[in-house]
């Protein structure tokens, strides 16, 4: 048994989907790409769709081992240590989110305080790494090009992408982030396409393309390589690095990059907080 059940969570704040996958066999499973939802109006966050999480993983009798982000998310705060408390779980992250905190880091000028090292988290990826869900065999993809640490989750036969693919009719994710790269996505997604074609493919995001009515978070190889209209077969590597920077032109920055992103390289967590027990964001003007 190869095919892991999944169950999918969707949050219309920020178009985002998280995931529970499991081993129907062991009751074991994971926890992918969760949100924290974040008022930026007040500056309160909430546990909702955290919650929503945890409740089908109580009632559904799962025993989580991995709470994973596919990258550092710019669009969406990460609920993964408020889960990993709930649930139990190693907080997972690939490898190379050490470029992401070097480079915000800076940006937010953090100094010393803030390791740089991925140690916020307990279990850093590597390319190619193997580890399982319960008894499913799993294996980390490194997959940059949207952010320079992006990584893709095969489980079983269930790819989870993140941000490099949308549904076909919506096409690929920006690369105008520092360290991100359209010819890197190009090849990413090419290393995508070589799984067999009917590798489930679960997105981290759906923002509905003009005459689709429903939300949806699932695909397959097959049919991305077919009908992607940004990259599907036939469209060579050149052709969608000048699409992709001319639609990256025309985007505005994301609402949300400045909280997500200070709070995701700490994997979840919010600032320390000050000598008036408070956390605080900082919102660097004129740099991005």
Same mark, same amino acid.
């Given at each position: ?29 994971? &926890?992918? !790409?969760?949100?924290?939802?974040? /008022?930026?109006?007040?500056? %309160? ?5 955290? $919650? =929503?999480? +945890? ?105 989870? &992408?993140? !941000?490099?693919?949308?549904?076909? /009719?919506?096409?690929?994710? %920006? ?5 991100? $790269? =359209?010819? +890197? ?104």
């Amino acid at each position: 048994m190869n095919r892991p059940e999944v169950k999918s969570f969707f949050d219309p704040a920020t178009y985002t989907f998280s995931y529970v996958a499991w081993d129907p066999a062991t009751r074991h499973g994971a &926890v992918i !790409d969760s949100v924290l939802d974040y /008022d930026p109006a007040s500056g %309160r966050t909430r546990h909702d769709s955290a $919650d =929503a999480i +945890a409740a089908f993983v109580r009632e559904a009798g799962l025993r989580i081992e991995w709470v994973i982000d596919t990258h550092v998310h710019a669009d969406h705060l990460s609920a993964a240590p408020y889960l990993r408390e709930q649930l139990g779980g190693r907080l997972g992250i690939g490898e190379r989110v050490c470029t992401v905190q070097d480079t915000f880091g800076t940006l937010f000028n953090l100094g010393d305080e803030f390791a740089r090292d991925g140690s916020q988290f307990e279990h850093l990826f590597k390319d190619g790494e193997r580890y399982t869900v319960g008894g499913i065999e799993a294996q980390a993809l490194y997959t940059p090009g949207h952010t320079p640490a992006c990584m893709t989750h095969l489980i079983g036969d269930a790819a989870f &992408v993140g !941000d490099t693919l949308f549904m076909p /009719d919506y096409g690929t994710a %920006r690369c105008d982030f520092p360290g991100g $790269d =359209a010819r +890197a996505l190009y090849r990413s997604i090419q290393r995508i396409f070589g799984l067999p074609g009917a590798t489930r493919v679960f997105l981290c995001h759906d923002y509905k393309a003009p005459g689709r009515d429903e939300f949806v978070c699932e695909t397959t190889v097959d049919a991305e390589r077919r009908d992607n209209v940004h990259v599907r077969d036939g469209i060579d590597e050149d052709a969608f690095v000048s699409l992709r920077t001319a639609r990256d032109a025309t985007l505005k920055v994301p609402a949300l990059i400045l909280p997500s992103v200070q709070i995701n390289m700490r994997a979840g967590r919010l600032p320390p907080a000050e000598s008036n027990g408070i956390s605080y964001l900082k919102i660097p003007l004129d740099a991005l």
